[in-house]
């Protein structure tokens, strides 16, 4: 059976999870803890290199890069998959391709930066986050929010249309992710909110929220993160997200 290695306190991994479990696509749930350094385990970097997940292994093929990971999945199961999780149609596809290549820098970015900052700058640097910092991380995810309102999602009830598509997937994992440290980035938005519980409608409400409780539940991480027999070689590592 195909295994993924996967901790949904990851977005990417969560975008992994959701769609394989809401399409009802085989695999075994491998659990590799990120706040614990599992990653960098010698049995993790035997099986990649890059020592970050998601990774697939489907055989003796090993792949990393979620986005890679989700369109081989599509394409291995086009039989099962509705051809509205990622089209056949050229421009279509397109689309999907052209939010992948977007969001990397964008919007995954910048929401990750703000839950790092809230969760884990003081026990990593050793002192409170600078409030420019701060305002700085925050703007950049508003202006990340306000594009995927105005360029992708317009009017439209999802990213391609009047159906779901693996993009609205991608993009509700990352909107999540500061979430849960108590910054709500739908706040004040009508337009994301309903496009949010239209998208929890279709992978259904209680898979979504079975991949996101360990999220809800990030308020420990610094706890474990410093409990962990890793925290003296995981601290360098993290600094440089904040330098």
């Given at each position: 059976?195909?295994?993924?290695?996967?901790?949904?306190?990851?977005?990417?991994?969560?975008?992994?999870?959701?769609?394989?479990?809401?399409?009802?696509?085989?695999?075994?749930?491998?659990?590799?803890?990120?706040?614990?350094?599992?990653?960098?385990?010698?049995?993790?970097?035997?099986?990649?290199?890059?020592?970050?997940?998601?990774?697939?292994?489907?055989?003796?093929?090993?792949?990393?890069?979620?986005?890679?990971?989700?369109?081989?999945?599509?394409?291995?199961?086009?039989?099962?998959?509705?051809?509205?999780?990622?089209?056949?149609?050229?421009?279509?596809?397109?689309?999907?391709?052209?939010?992948?290549?977007?969001?990397?820098?964008?919007?995954?970015?910048?929401?990750?930066?703000?839950?790092?900052?809230?969760?884990?700058?003081?026990?990593?640097?050793?002192?409170?986050?600078?409030?420019?910092?701060?305002?700085?991380?925050?703007?950049?995810?508003?202006?990340?929010?306000?594009?995927?309102?105005?360029?992708?999602?317009?009017?439209?009830?999802?990213i391609l249309g009047d159906k779901i598509s693996v993009a609205d997937v991608v993009a509700i994992v990352e909107i999540m992710q500061p979430f849960g440290t108590g910054f709500d980035g739908f706040e004040g938005?009508?337009?994301?909110?309903?496009?949010?519980?239209?998208?929890?409608?279709?992978?259904?409400?209680?898979?979504?929220?079975?991949?996101?409780?360990?999220?809800?539940?990030?308020?420990?991480?610094?706890?474990?993160?410093?409990?962990?027999?890793?925290?003296?070689?995981?601290?360098?590592?993290?600094?440089?997200?904040?330098?």
């Open positions: 059976m195909m295994e993924l290695y996967l901790d949904l306190i990851s977005p990417p991994c969560r975008s992994v999870f959701l769609f394989a479990r809401a399409l009802r696509i085989p695999f075994e749930f491998k659990v590799v803890d990120l706040a614990t350094g599992q990653q960098y385990s010698k049995e993790f970097g035997d099986l990649s290199i890059v020592r970050k997940v998601p990774v697939m292994k489907d055989g003796g093929f090993i792949l990393t890069e979620s986005t890679a990971i989700l369109e081989y999945l599509m394409q291995k199961y086009s039989g099962s998959v509705a051809d509205h999780w990622f089209p056949a149609d050229l421009q279509q596809r397109a689309r999907v391709n052209e939010y992948f290549s977007w969001q990397h820098m964008n919007l995954r970015a910048h929401c990750s930066k703000v839950f790092l900052l809230r969760a884990l700058y003081q026990i990593v640097m050793d002192s409170e986050i600078p409030k420019e910092t701060m305002d700085f991380a925050v703007e950049n995810v508003k202006q990340s929010l306000n594009l995927l309102e105005e360029k992708f999602l317009q009017s439209k009830p999802f938005r009508p337009k994301l909110i309903a496009w949010r519980d239209r998208v929890k409608k279709e992978l259904g409400e209680k898979l979504f929220e079975e991949a996101h409780e360990a999220l809800m539940k990030s308020s420990n991480m610094p706890q474990k993160l410093k409990n962990s027999g890793n925290f003296a070689q995981l601290k360098p590592i993290l600094q440089k997200l904040f330098r």
